[in-house]
């Protein structure tokens, strides 16, 4: 019985490796990767042991201008964030107090459409309006992603501040929309920052937006390291490398919100 | 005062406008006007006024064979993804929905998946793919199995990119089922328990039953999902070789912005959204009566 139990025991522990391997080897296959030269990635076989070298990320940081669209990624992440928020937390209160499930209804359709089909319209209007490669276009398009996981992780966490709160400040005479500001929203940091983190990522990530809407100029992460592959002979390493400093920031982020993030992406699913 | 008063009676009204008013000028018209745009054939490229043409665009489409493989690839690029995606991601969360030493690490790590930005993704893999230097090759030849070209061969294309589907997310079904879990209360369990069943019965009649809705929930919305792939096609393939893994969203794409043919990209645009409202409005019916 006690030996079942142990075989039992390292079993389990054997499955958790297995599980934890398989999610960690494109990330460690991709660390690796960076800091090879092109001639021991395209070794036969793969090299496990290789000296190692900073060559691809002196390339990507020197030669592809990488700061500037690290800098326009930040930019229109955090002005999308930060937009949706202001639009999101007051339509997010409305929408748990008076119980408005049609309005909740359709913010949600925003994250439930294919990006597509505003896409197309959008660069012919964006086009016509002179704002192609402007940072106003991509932040509106970036403000389609952030705003409904606002509304949709606030409206939640709303529904779980005790009306009376407000209503007792109601009946002090204070009106509903100061009571919102000084009471509801000072408490409401845990699921701001559940809201915050995983827009920002999810503006972070995106790539369809950007690739259509900014050139040069405000270029994003993700079309940086896309246009890597576009050279005739890929160089693997600079991509990897490039691929290491785009997820850097949102892995980052992650471990440090962990349990933040992790609330924001099952909210939608598990109730409560 | 009297002002002050107004705003609150009308709160319900002001409080959402703002972002109802963005959603309509940033979703609604561009939608509406999409399905104008469907109504014409206008291409960006001939510099002609776009013409009203009736059905034309759409008959063009809809008997165009690429349009038709798209729309099947589409299909069966989301349903094996998803299923793989939900089996895996529900006997995942089975297995470390207990208390061990590394739990919280092993959540971190599911974590990771989910946040990586997907363009990155395929590009990584596009590196362990690779015919010529891809570490999936030198595995298969090292332990004497046959190699393959992967995202180069029409036949293993679609399986290729189902399977980087299923490694970024199969750990979101695995989170949402493990909260889901968390949230079910012992009783039943322990009821079960002294009526003398089984572990497995215990997990086949009491535990998985109990969790069914959250899973369903969690499948629903992968679905969606994965219905809009576009970036680790788009990355990793481009919809090739040929056309064998061009889905709906790609093949909107490069309609829209490769070849310009605005009038029948629309259309390509006008039948995805259809697909993925169809599938929307399941969801909301099913957490509507699972809710009663």
Redo the contacts between chains.
């Keep these: 019985m006690k030996k079942n139990k142990i075989v039992s025991t390292v079993l ?2 054997l ?2 490796l297995i ?2 391997l ?3 080897f ?2 460690l ?2 660390l690796t ?1 960076s800091f090879k030269t092109q001639v021991d ?6 090299k496990l042991f290789f000296e190692p070298t900073l060559q691809n990320y002196r390339k990507v940081f020197e030669e592809q201008d990488f700061l500037k669209y690290f800098f326009n990624s930040t930019l229109v992440g955090a002005m999308a964030v930060g937009l949706s928020l ?3 937390l ?2 997010a ?3 748990s107090r ?1 119980a ?1 499930k049609k ?1 909740a ?3 949600l ?2 994250r ?14 964006f086009s016509r309006l002179g704002l192609m490669d402007s940072y106003v276009a991509l932040i ?2 970036h ?2 992603i952030a ?1 409904p996981i606002v ?1 949709w992780i606030m409206s939640t966490y709303f529904n779980t501040i005790p009306r009376e709160l407000e209503e007792s400040a109601m009946v002090d005479g204070a ?3 100061l009571a919102f500001l000084k009471i509801i929203l000072p408490l409401s940091g845990p699921g701001i920052i559940t809201a915050t983190t995983l827009s920002f ?1 999810f503006s ?2 995106n ?2 937006f950007s690739q ?1 809407l900014s050139m040069e100029r405000t270029k994003t ?2 079309i940086a ?2 246009n ?2 576009s050279y005739a002979e890929v160089d ?1 390493g600079g ?2 490398a ?2 290491v400093a ?2 850097a920031p ?2 980052i ?3 440090i919100f ?1 349990k933040y ?2 609330k924001g ?2 909210m ?3 109730k ?1 | 005062m009297i002002q002050s008063s107004f705003t609150e009676r009308n709160l319900r009204i002001l409080f959402p406008l703002p972002a109802v008013v963005f959603i309509g000028l940033l979703m609604v018209f561009p939608i509406l006007y999409t399905l104008y745009l469907s109504f014409t054939n206008w291409n960006l490229t001939s510099g002609m006024e776009a013409s009203f043409v009736g059905l034309n665009s759409y008959l063009r489409v809809f008997f165009e064979p690429r349009f038709l493989r798209a729309v099947g690839r589409t299909f069966s690029f989301t349903v094996s993804a998803v299923a793989i995606e939900v089996v895996l991601g529900v006997a995942i969360a089975l297995i470390l929905n207990r208390a061990f030493v590394g739990r919280s690490l092993a959540k971190l790590l599911l974590l990771l998946p989910l946040v990586a930005t997907p363009v990155a993704v395929g590009i990584v893999f596009n590196l362990f793919y690779d015919p010529t230097i891809g570490l999936l090759n030198f595995a298969l030849d090292a332990i004497g199995l046959p190699q393959g070209r992967w995202v180069s061969s029409e036949n293993t294309v679609i399986a290729s990119l189902v399977l980087v589907d299923v490694w970024q997310w199969t750990p979101m079904i695995t989170l949402i089922v493990l909260a889901g879990l968390a949230g079910l209360s012992e009783e039943p369990v322990e009821a079960a328990r002294v009526d003398g069943a089984s572990e497995w019965q215990i997990l086949r009649y009491v535990t998985i039953p109990m969790v069914m809705p959250v899973i369903l929930t969690a499948m629903i919305l992968r679905l969606i999902d994965a219905l809009k792939t576009f970036d680790i096609i788009f990355a990793m393939t481009g919809g090739g070789p040929g056309y064998a893994s061009e889905t709906l969203n790609i093949m909107g794409f490069k309609y829209s912005f490769e070849y310009f043919r605005m009038g029948q990209s629309s259309v390509i645009l006008v039948a995805l959204f259809l697909v993925v409202l169809l599938c929307s409005l399941g969801i909301m019916k099913l957490r509507a009566s699972s809710e009663n």
């Design positions: 389990f522990y499955l958790v599980i934890a398989v999610v960690l494109p990330f296959w991709m990767s990635i395209i070794s036969w076989p793969p202001l639009l999101g007051p339509a209160y409305s929408i008076f408005q309005l209804l359709f913010i359709l925003a439930l459409m294919p990006g597509i089909s505003f896409l197309m319209p959008w660069y012919i209007i509106l398009s403000m389609l705003l509304v009106t509903r929309q990522i972070w990530n790539f369809m259509v992460l993700p390291v896309y890597f592959l693997w991509v990897m490039a691929a785009i997820m949102a892995l982020l992650t471990m962990q993030v992790v992406l099952t939608g699913a598990v409560g």
